[in-house]
């Protein structure tokens, strides 16, 4: 008996090549970032006057980083979705990003350690700060310095702070490819919707046991609801039922958009339990932007997300999210001797020198060192579809 030969999946002419609205959505999440460590936590305001307030209307800028998740789980997702039935599924995909993310990733531990060296117990206290073991060093070549920062209470070193939303997508990394290697893709959407109900839980479990900051942010399990719904972007996607009812529909969308903006607000001018429930709606808010980018996009997300500022930003922000907040301290201790702190002319120049000195590395390092390392591990590892697989294909 001749065995039954499946239909083959729909493929998406939207995500044929390179989309170049995807640079503008990482650009703008870089941008909040940026802002947010550039300014946001550097300008010393009084309380209650009139800059305080303008101020305030940026507290939600440290959620670029969670654009950046939402955006991972898609490509990610993606990606290991188109090539679930392939050979070379689990060693293409680790050895791609392997080439995309060690390099530049341990340049940054060897600098660390370099500092670790050089600093000494009679060194600044800002410098100190900045080069220190409150995390063990072995933690970060391990990526496990979100738990360790979820234990301690404390990012450890500044140098490496930011570096804690690395640990989560690699570990992301770990379990996702096994995951919908073996499931079909109504068990990954199950899956998918069952973190992020969890991500909601044990972070109000954490919160209630005391840990209301380092754990919610800084763990997998309670971050998972991004990742999640950037997968579940990808999947929807990739769905031509599901595409086209969201084509259909797309002005409700818009509705969607706006009334998770309202959302946005609120948690932005309260503050209140944004690290519980505010980080699914703060996911769900970009999730609904990534849609709208994504599917027919108008004339104001193409306008918005195709500009050229965004797409060069979105292109380096991987070197920029590693170096940014390091290159500014280093700056503000070398001319003034103390941690950054915009209160006149002089400090916001010596800060806008930082962005320039790290936004030079980062395209010294992308046209140098990533965007061939990238280029070598997407020709050298391929995904392969096995003999029995393309005859079978061809006979459909």
Known sequence: MQAAISAPRWTNPRLEGRLPELDGVR???????LIWHYFICTIPVAVGTLPSYLLACFRLTWSGVDLFFVLSGFLIGGILFDAKELDGYYGTFYLRR??????????????????????????????????NQQLPAWCYPLFLQNFFMSWHRDFGAKWMGATWSL???EQFYLLLPFLVRVLDRRKIIMVGLT???????????LSRSGNTLFGPYTLLPCRADALALGLLVALACRDKRTWDWIASHRPHLYWVFA??????????????????????????????????????????????????????????????????????????????????????WSSLGVTL????????????????????????????????????????????
């Open 195 to 205: 973190s992020v109900a969890a991500a909601l839980v044990v972070r109000g479990a």
């Open 98 to 131: 392997v080439h995309r993310i060690f390099p530049l990733y341990f340049i940054v531990i060897a600098t660390f350690l370099a500092g670790l060296y050089l600093v000494r117990n009679s060194s600044s206290e800002p410098l100190r700060e900045l080069f």
């Open 167 to 169: 640990a989560v997508e």
């Open 259 to 344: 009334i998770l903006g309202v959302g946005m607000v609120y948690l932005t001018v309260s503050q209140r339990g944004v690290y519980v429930f505010g980080l699914s709606w703060i996911a769900a808010f970009y999730a609904t932007l990534l849609l709208l980018t994504l599917v027919n996009p108008s004339r104001i997300e193409s306008t918005i997300f195709r500009a050229g500022l965004l797409r060069s930003l979105g292109t380096v922000a991987y070197g920029l999210y590693l170096f940014h907040q390091g290159i500014n301290e280093l700056c503000h201790l070398a001319v003034f001797g103390k941690r950054p702190a915009i209160t006149g």
């Open 353 to 396: 020198l930082a962005l320039l000195i790290v936004l030079l590395l980062c395209a010294i390092s992308w046209r140098m060192l990533e965007k061939p390392l990238i280029r070598r591990g997407r020709s050298k590892y391929r995904y392969q579809m096995s003999p029995g697989r393309q005859a079978a294909s061809s006979a459909s």
């Open 27 to 33: 650009g703008l999440a870089i941008l909040l970032v």
